[in-house]
């Protein structure tokens, strides 16, 4: 079909196209189909999948809330010398050792991400080879403005992970799939710039008047378009003068209106600063700075690249350091809020329009609604959606596993101690991170029902435990640790 598609590159494939709207006539009709007769498409305007898109991206947005919140709190903790999990109850510092908030989230936008990468490049890629002479302009504009929630979600992504470039290769995989979304994204909403023609005029993008009925929004997209690329000419319409930039990010008018645009230059712009500032970071850390449990070696590949030297020249003092948390900080919530307006005010668009089409009586009305969720184009992305589910389940299963084991490996060793004939831990086992020598929560030596003498090696014994907590028997032996049964 070709990357830009109009009424003329149809005709070259043997696709007429029928581009005359008559309002004058009863009924009105569009492309030569009457009012009422449109064929709706649940794949692309369906309330299942639009639906799929706008609650992904908004738990994307939620999630991304929370982990701003709580990396504030954790800053702001700092000004005292403590922690800020030290300035909660003892339970909830056994909560916060057990899960990482932080990790969750993040976990968690990474798989919206994901998911949206893939359903969204879906969309995009068929719209500009396949089905570009027949999607209609109302449909257009949803699949746009859909690939702007994309666009938002991978920002977030992007902004508020912070082990982005843990493995290098897939974050790197990672950020060309979004580049090339972000381009495909620009090159759906740049089209609505075209020029058009005298007979259909320019791309219709806005919602109509609710007591107007008539629109030629019916028409195929490719009706308003035409075969040359808009995309670098509309980038240099919106910043060619101050007034022009005006109209760009406070109208989204870089020319012909184009719903979304303004959100899609800054949340451009602000991708671009996120990947530097990710890329920097990457190269630059080399233990997570934020106590989430990782060990050297998953956060060492940045300084083995530069081979230690932006470690070794540019280590600040702890008066920079809380300069830096607090720009990042700033970084995050400016991310974030970017990326929440942009859901917001796409959402409300994609379901004012929905309403004003389902209203306008253009539709057909009956099987294949675009009201019904259960047709095959929407019910896979719809359940595609619940693997984000497994990964959170994954996520904390491991975090739980981790915990469990440097619990244990608190405990030390048995010793026996012949002159009061009593057991109690001895050093623990060196681990990275652990500095008590018992387990919290239970008592340091246990008195024997036998005298030192007649305690055998292999003698089973049933160690106690404070607070209600159930321990593992051990086993003593005269020459290594206690075996746990």
Not at 99 to 122: K, P
Request: aromatic share 12%; net charge positive; glycine share 8%.
């Amino acid at each position: 079909m070709g990357a830009y598609v109009s009424a003329e590159v149809c005709a070259h494939y043997n696709k007429t196209l029928n581009c005359v709207y008559r309002n004058d006539t009863n009924p009105p009709s569009a492309g030569g189909i009457n009012k009422g007769q449109i064929e709706p498409n649940p794949d692309v305007a369906g309330i299942g999948i639009i639906s799929v898109f706008i609650g992904i991206t908004s738990f994307a947005l939620g999630l991304s809330a929370i982990d701003v919140l709580w990396t504030l709190c954790k800053f702001s903790g700092l000004k005292s010398g403590k922690s800020f999990e030290h300035k909660v109850s003892k339970s909830m510092r056994r909560c916060f050792s057990s899960i990482s908030i932080s990790l969750v989230c993040e976990t968690l936008v990474m798989s919206c991400s994901d998911q949206q990468i893939f359903t969204g490049a879906a969309y995009a890629l068929t719209l500009r080879y396949w089905e570009g002479c027949q999607i209609t302009a109302y449909h257009y504009n949803i699949i746009a403005n859909m690939m702007l929630l994309t666009c938002a979600t991978h920002l977030m992504a992007v902004t508020v992970v912070r082990n982005y470039w843990r493995f290098p290769w897939m974050g790197g995989i990672r950020v060309l799939i979004m580049t090339g979304v972000f381009i495909v994204t620009g090159l759906l909403l740049s089209n609505q710039n075209s020029d058009g023609n005298n007979q259909t005029g320019s791309f219709p993008t806005g919602i109509p008047p609710l007591d107007e009925t008539g629109s030629n929004m019916f028409l195929a997209a490719a009706c308003f378009q035409n075969a040359f690329q808009q995309l670098t000419k509309t980038l240099g319409q919106s910043t060619a003068s101050a007034p022009q930039a005006y109209n760009t990010f406070f109208k989204s008018t870089p020319g012909n209106h184009i719903q979304g645009w303004n959100w899609y230059i800054i949340i451009l712009l602000w991708y671009c600063v996120a990947v530097i500032v990710d890329v920097v970071r990457f190269l630059r850390r080399d233990l997570s700075e934020d106590g989430e449990g990782a060990s050297p070696e998953e956060y060492s590949m940045g300084t083995k690249i530069c081979k230690g030297r932006l470690k070794t020249c540019c280590i600040p003092n702890e008066s920079w350091k809380n300069i830096f948390r607090g720009l990042f900080a700033i970084y995050m919530v400016v991310g974030v809020s970017i990326s929440g307006a942009a859901v917001v005010q796409t959402s409300q668009y994609l379901m004012g329009l929905r309403s004003w089409v389902k209203w306008s009586g253009w539709l057909q009305v009956g099987k294949g609604s675009e009201d019904d969720a259960t047709s095959f184009g929407q019910l896979v992305p719809i359940f595609m959606s619940a693997a984000i589910f497994f990964n959170f389940f994954q996520t904390t299963s491991e975090m739980s596993k981790r915990y469990s084991e440097r619990v244990y490996s608190k405990a030390g060793t048995l010793v026996h101690d012949p002159s009061s004939s009593r057991l109690h831990f001895g050093a623990p086992v060196a681990e990275k991170g652990i500095m008590s020598p018992v387990m919290p929560g239970f008592t340091t030596s246990w008195s024997l029902p036998h005298s030192p003498g007649s305690l055998q090696p292999g003698y089973p014994v049933s160690v106690g435990a404070q607070h209600g907590h159930n321990v593992p028997s051990v086993i003593y032996t005269d020459h290594s640790a206690p075996h746990r049964t």
